[in-house]
C-alpha cells in the first residue's frame, strides 16, 4: 500500500542539462530512490531481440508509449518499484518525456507528485554534450548535438518547461540548493 506521506519527483529538461546530476544528489544526500525507466526498456528490448542502443531503446518508449497511452511508465515501472520497496518514502523518475506522463503521474492519489524542469542555455547544453561524448566509448556512434535535440522525444521533454511545478536555470549547477527546493515542497 502506497502512503500519502510518500513524495515523487519528476525530472525533465533538454539533454545533457544535468538530470543525472540531480538525481545523484537526491539519492546520495536525501535518500531518494529512483524509478529506473532505461532498465526497463533495456531488459523488454533483450526480452523482444530489439536493439537496446540509445535509439533502438528510444523506439521501444515510443511504441510502449502509444500502446499504453503513455501509462507504462507508471503502470509497470514506477508503482512496482515503489511498492517493492514501501520503507521508501522519496522517488524520482529522471526522464518523463511526454506531457501525457506527466499527468498520469500527477493523478495518482496518495502520492505527492512534484514535476521539475532542468533548464540551462544553449551554448551550455552543447558543451556539456560535447564534454560528455569525449569521456564516452560511444562518442564515434552518437548523434551530433543538432540530430540528438531535433529528435521529437527531446523536442518534447524541451516543452514540459511549461507544466513544471518547478523550473530552475541550473548553468551554475547548484543542484545542492535545488535538492532543498524540492525538499522543501514535500509538506507543501
Partial sequence: MLTASRLLVLLSGPLAVGKTTLRHCLVTTHGFDYVRSSAFLTEQAQREGLPA????????????????????IVDEVALPSMAACADKNRWL??????????????????IKVIHVHLTAPEDVLRLRYETRLVASAAA??????????SHP???????LIRIADIVADVTDENMAELAQLIISRQSG
Fill in 53 to 72: 542502443d540509445r535509439r533502438g531503446l528510444q523506439e521501444l518508449g515510443d511504441r510502449l508509449d502509444a500502446e499504453t497511452d503513455y501509462r507504462w
Fill in 93 to 110: 523518475v529522471d526522464a518523463v518525456r511526454k506531457p501525457r506522463q506527466v499527468e498520469h503521474f500527477k493523478s495518482l492519489e496518495q
Fill in 140 to 149: 564515434p556512434s552518437a548523434p551530433s548535438y543538432e540530430a540528438a535535440i
Fill in 153 to 159: 522525444n527531446e523536442v518534447a521533454a524541451r516543452g
